[in-house]
Nanobody, 126 residues
């Protein structure tokens, strides 16, 4: 079992930046892919970004490409999401997810991830 704790959310203005962090504990040696998802009020949870075990491969949903950067520090068991040029439509609860077996072709499917954090609220005002 892996425990995930997100931090770094907050209230910002459009155009500002935020960096989210997700600290993992427990069976961290088993983690393969780590990802970020978000859920806005009244909407389904959606994929934002994912990163491979060694950090060498990343993927993003189209709406955040060029603005968000996912990274991980395996020595600290932490994954980050740097969010630049934030827009009001980025407002959501952001969740960190991890899994030991999810295949790269499945990274956008939330049901493939076994471990989730509690979420951190990001609110972007216009």
């Amino acid at each position: 079992q892996v425990q995930l704790v997100e931090s770094g959310g907050g209230l910002v203005q459009a155009g500002d930046s935020l960096r989210l962090s997700c600290a993992a504990s427990g069976r961290t040696f088993s983690i393969s892919v780590m990802g970020w998802f978000r859920q806005a009020p009244g909407k389904e949870r959606e994929f934002v970004a994912a990163i491979s075990r060694d950090g060498g491969t990343t993927a993003y949903t189209d709406s955040v490409k060029g603005r968000f950067t996912i990274s991980r520090d395996n020595a600290k068991n932490t994954v980050y999401l740097l969010m630049n040029s934030l827009k009001p439509e980025d407002t959501a609860v952001y969740y960190c997810a991890a899994d030991t077996e999810v295949r790269w072709v499945e990274i956008m499917e939330s049901q493939k991830y076994d471990d989730w954090g509690q979420g951190t609220q990001v609110t972007v005002s216009s």
